[in-house]
């Protein structure tokens, strides 16, 4: 076995910042403050990615590590684990067990809470609805006993949404709205504490936190607390600060050692690298990695399905299979029921169901309706159900899963195996993608089948023939037929296929292929511009009520693209739009939905967007035309109002995925020939 402590300088380096990471991790969980610095929790994610980095980025050997060694400390090191992280939680757990009164604003009637606050933050309006069971118009009061440990002026935080008071023996020291900062000074003892909250409208947090005259603190404000049955005495709180140090060196000391043996490992990688990058053992270990993937894909989305149809509430045993799988899945909203209590079968999925019920051949193209094809997905899914309407959320459900496999065979393709296993973790985990996937829209089928557009346009192969011409057009005209914007990004890529194939007849079939999509899609623009007077209604059809909420003297009509451009907006306008797609659209929307995961979602939005520009002068361009396609669209329809409500353009992050796969691929290339 490889001595535990690397002998490499870059080893050391990497141990060294995964100790760092270490201690910034426990101490943000104690919620711990050193000087100045105040230290969120990073997470174990972090720590998880960061020393899988590090096992690669540490130069390898040929020697081979003696393997039962190992995995006899490593087995060693997981049996220690277990007790040592119980005793952990129960040192660190916040445990302030407050009086609580709630009652309507409104009404002023008192409310029955459903379980007693034990922290002092509420992040959110469901949080609110568990704790007394509404989500707005209520007023919570929280009473107990607060312990300062030393005498000196304390600084206390408070930020709320809508209002917040706090008072400290019998003193108020705040009240209002936002957030406010206020020092008081304080006598070592026990005092009286309250704390009273008002939601009316909106979102809803509460947020109340101090810094007390010391240089190291190792726990936050919920250990200083207590309802007035279970006041905490002074000598109770100074033995919770003396554990919570105790467990704290516990803990880094496990996690030096276990990172040690990372790092250890890594300099020893050369055999386990013969066993997993060539011959049999390279081709299906990826395979087996991407399989299990999927599956994990495939249990959210599912237990997402059941939630959001109501078959936890109507079937026995979708009930039974929810509650087994909730504990193993992360904590995402799609699988709470108070998300979900209207009908699944509303607004546009609704309209989606009556219009597949009323649907012939000869009224495919007819302008009362802009997704024609999408349509027909649900036409054929709802028969496949046996008539029922769960068919339409069977549908996205199908195509939201079969996307997965898709991503992993198109990017080992285009990079390799164990590159786009790394490609389908971030999509497989997308909180949006799992919220969304049985919602019956049409996202859903609108990323499988852009994804099948752009693998047969710039899948390797040979030069494009007829048949190959003919199939770009087919799947551009399904993509555009889902979803008309579609067309802001098809036509670009078929240009930019045109132009890196001209040698080889690629002009040719881009001119084949747009004459296919003039073929399928030319009889719907003419349907609706008969009607409408505008062959683009399918994307202009709710810029009133945009235009409304901007300006409503100018709320005539819908705007279609050429009056945007003359009367509107106009050119500069969307290009801004554009360049607000590249730079707040990700930070506000794509990493939302990594947010349970934040290292990987900063992988994927810092690496994506660099290996986006980087992929420009390469053959894999079309990643950046694509996703500043995606952005056309997006910018045009943001603009009502202007900017102040960014859409999120869903299938662009595939694209950003595979940018930010495409890099880190670059990266380790140029790694191994240095």
């Known amino acids: 076995m490889p001595s535990p402590l690397p002998r490499s300088k870059r080893g050391l380096v990497c141990l060294f910042v995964l100790a760092a990471l270490v201690v910034v991790r426990l101490l943000g969980e104690q919620g711990a403050r050193f000087g100045p610095l105040s230290f969120p929790s990073i997470g174990a994610p972090w720590l998880l990615g960061a020393s899988a980095l590090a096992f690669f980025i540490v130069p390898g050997s040929s020697r081979r590590p003696h393997v039962l060694v190992f995995l006899a400390f490593a087995i060693g090191l997981g049996l220690l684990y277990g007790p040592l992280a119980a005793w952990r939680a129960g040192v660190i757990e ?50 107990g006993s607060l312990v300062v440990p030393e005498s000196g002026r304390y600084l206390f935080e408070l930020d709320c949404d809508d209002r917040c008071g706090l008072r400290i023996g019998g003193r ?7 957030s406010a900062r206020i020092e008081a000074s304080l006598e070592e003892g026990t005092q009286r504490f309250s704390i009273l909250f008002d939601q009316r409208q909106g979102p809803a947090h509460l947020l109340i936190r101090w810094r007390r005259p010391a240089w190291l603190e190792l726990l936050p404000m919920d250990h200083f607390v207590a309802g007035g049955a279970d006041a905490l005495a002074l000598e109770d709180v100074r033995d919770r600060e003396s554990r919570a140090g105790v467990s704290f060196l516990a803990s880094f000391a496990w996690w030096l050692v276990v990172l040690a043996m990372v790092v250890g490992a890594g300099e020893a990688r050369g055999a386990w690298q013969e066993r997993f990058t060539i011959g049999r053992g390279g081709r299906w270990a990826p395979v087996g990695a991407a399989a299990l993937l999927v ?16 078959l936890v509430d109507t079937s026995p ?8 799988m909730r504990p193993l899945l992360p904590d995402y909203r799609a699988f709470y029921r108070p998300n979900f209590r209207d009908s699944p079968y509303r607004a546009d999925v609704r309209s989606y169901l009556d219009r597949a019920a009323t649907m012939r051949p000869s009224t495919f193209y007819d302008a009362s309706f802009r997704e024609p094809f999408y349509v027909v997905l649900v036409k054929l899914f709802v028969w496949l159900s046996g008539g029922r309407e769960i068919g339409a959320l069977l549908q996205s459900l199908f195509f939201s899963i079969a996307v997965l496999p898709l991503v992993f065979v198109l990017a080992t393709r285009w990079l390799g195996r164990w590159w786009a296993v790394a490609a389908l973790v971030p999509i497989v985990l997308h909180e949006w993608l799992v919220f969304e996937a049985p919602s019956g829209y049409r996202v859903s089928a609108y990323s499988f089948f852009l994804l099948c557009f752009a693998a047969s346009v710039f899948l390797p192969s040979t030069k494009p023939g007829m048949a190959r011409a003919v199939l770009w057009g087919v799947l551009g005209a399904m993509v555009c037929l889902i979803r008309l914007t579609g067309a802001s990004f098809v036509v670009p ?7 890196t194939a001209r040698k080889e007849g690629g002009w040719k079939a881009c001119g084949i292929a747009l004459l296919t999509m003039v073929v399928l899609v030319g009889p719907y623009l003419l349907s609706c511009y008969r009607v409408h007077g505008d062959p683009f209604y ?35 306008e969307l290009l801004a739009g554009e360049l607000r797609g590249l730079t707040i659209l990700p930070v506000r929307s794509f990493w939302n939905g990594l947010r349970h995961f934040p290292l990987l979602g900063w992988l994927v939005l810092v690496g994506g967007l660099v290996g986006l520009i980087l992929s ?33 353009v869903m299938p662009a992050f595939f694209f950003l995925v595979l940018a930010a796969v495409w890099l880190a691929r670059r990266l380790w290339r140029y790694r191994q020939s240095i």
Do not use: C, K
């Open 317 to 324: 045993a979708a009930a039974a299979a929810h509650e087994r």
């Open 493 to 499: 890529l078929l240009i930019l296929a045109g132009w």
């Open 538 to 572: 399918a994307i202009s059809f709710h810029t009133e009520f945009w235009l409304r909420a901007e300006d409503p003297d100018r709320a005539t009509n819908q705007v279609n693209v050429f009056r945007y451009l003359l009367e509107f907006h106009g050119m500069g």
């Open 295 to 310: 599956l994990i894909g495939t249990l959210l989305r599912v237990d997402a399905l059941l939630v959001r149809s109501h």
């Open 94 to 143: 916040a445990t302030p067990s407050l009086e609580l009164e709630a009652s309507r604003l409104s009404t002023g009637r008192s409310i029955r809470t459903r379980r007693p606050l034990a922290t002092l933050s509420i992040e959110s309006r469901q949080d609110l609805n568990r704790l007394v069971g509404r989500r707005h118009d209520v007023r919570i009061e929280l009473a």
């Open 616 to 648: 420009l002068p390469t053959r894999f361009r079309f990643l950046f035309v694509a996703y500043l396609g995606h952005l056309i669209p997006f910018a045009y329809i943001q603009n009502f109002p202007s900017g102040r409500a960014p859409r999120f």
């Open 172 to 178: 108020r020291l705040a009240r209002g709205s936002g």
